[in-house]
């Protein structure tokens, strides 16, 4: 609400608003004079809003219907619903029985954020295994969202997947415009006019960073030149 009063009308913070976050995650908040009465999320994540990885509010007869005609145990339905939402990791044949098309679609690895502290070495070497196990050669490119990391450590991962791979590979790698390349910059601007300068070159380090783990060029000697 202090972003809404910073940017736009502030007579707008004290009626009734609607903020919309739209993105990969999607929400709705109903505002009243500043306080929120009440939001599209529900008891569980894929309430709400249709999202890249979460179905929305489902109509309650669905499962039932499914038990009946597919036979679908709870578990199975839960997985479905909760841990493999949207096209997960298809063989190619059924990305063309479902009507999608090979030159864009969305492949949910895993719903495990990876640790911090794990091998650098294994977290590339699993993804592009999993990427040729179920990605057609017709995709032009991967984007990866690169959250629950540092901005260092997502450069340093894309860096190996390409620096090892690249020549074998029949899609590129990269980022979407997303933590890895914005975060950093949003971190330093916080909405302050005296912090724009400071965050356009960060933005710009970041930029210039994956550019070169795109390539398989990245080292961490770059952060100290940033």
């Known amino acids: 609400m202090e972003e809404l009063a910073r940017l736009g009308d502030p007579a707008a913070t004290k009626g009734r608003v609607i903020l919309a976050h739209l993105g990969n995650g999607a ?9 929120s009465i009440d939001t599209s999320m529900g008891f569980t994540p894929p309430a709400g809003l249709v999202m890249s ?33 949207g096209l997960t ?11 999608v098309g090979e030159q ?28 040729w196990r179920t990605v057609p050669a017709a995709v032009p490119g991967i984007a990866f969202l690169s959250g629950g990391q540092s901005a260092e450590l997502a450069s340093a991962r894309l860096n190996l997947m390409n620096l090892r791979f690249k020549s074998q ?19 330093i601007w ?10 356009q070159q960060a933005l710009l380090h970041r930029a210039r960073c994956n550019r070169a783990a795109r390539r398989g ?5 770059m952060e100290k030149i940033g």
Request: with cysteine; proline share 8%; net charge negative.
């Open 169 to 187: 590979l029949p899609w590129g790698l990269s980022f979407s415009f997303a933590r890895a390349i914005q975060q950093p910059a949003l971190e």
């Open 104 to 131: 864009q679609y969305q492949v949910r690895l895993s719903d495990r954020q990876p640790d911090e502290e794990q091998d650098i070495d294994e977290v590339p070497d699993i993804t592009v295994k999993s990427l």
């Open 190 to 199: 916080r909405g302050q006019e005296a912090n724009v300068k400071g965050a």
């Open 217 to 221: 060029e990245y080292t961490a000697a």
């Open 53 to 85: 990885t979460r179905s929305g509010d489902l109509d309650p007869g669905l499962a039932p219907y499914l038990a009946r005609t597919e036979h679908m145990t709870t578990q199975q339905f839960y997985d479905m619903v909760m841990v493999l939402p």
């Open 89 to 99: 990791c298809p063989p190619h044949q059924e990305v063309k029985e479902v009507g």
């Open 27 to 35: 929400s709705l908040a109903a505002v009243s004079d500043g306080k």
